[in-house]
């Protein structure tokens, strides 16, 4: 079967990268991750490392400041983050819950997760990305590519979500961000 998978995947051309879908380029580090240690994120306003719902941070600054912690590995202090934004059925916030929590290991949970943020919005490219990686991970490709198949039938033709997921089918490396 993953033969199968990976002949499909790679009888396609490889897409240009980001129109529209993010970036294959990863989160520059700022002092959220170069200063902050724990659960804490930078706040420029205070010049100083505060815990996120302390922070002047928009949802905007939050969930860029989720973004590097968990491409730094830092899962734990992602969903620290994640706690602080305010709307928690927002379809971004809950990929990244379950992104987090596939990484630390937490599949059901994050399969929960990536199922909320579809729900919520259909068209959520990175959250079906993101759940194809952990199909994966897991040796599901054909789920993985049913995925992957359901991003570009979205017009996700090109953008980071499916040349990600594309990649992760052809050698099964998932990404950290």
Known sequence: ???LVLAAA????????????????????SETTKTCKGKQVWDEAK?????????SLNEDGLYDAVREL???????D???????????????VLTYWGFTHRKLGNRALSQAYY????????D???????MGQ?????????????EWKEIRARGGVGTWPETSLRLALETGATTSY
């Open 78 to 92: 992602a969903q620290a983050v994640l706690s602080a934004m305010a709307d928690q059925a927002d379809a971004r």
């Open 134 to 146: 952990g199909f994966v991970e897991e040796g599901q490709f054909g789920l993985a590519l049913a």
């Open 70 to 76: 968990a491409y730094a590995g830092r899962n734990e």
């Open 1 to 3: 079967m993953r033969f």
């Open 10 to 29: 790679l009888t396609l051309p490889l897409p240009a990268l980001s129109a529209g879908g993010g970036t294959m380029t990863p989160p520059t580090p």
């Open 115 to 122: 199922d909320q943020a579809i729900a919520a919005d259909p």
């Open 47 to 55: 010049g100083r490392c505060v815990p996120p719902k302390e922070s």
């Open 124 to 130: 959520n490219l990175l959250a079906r990305s993101y």
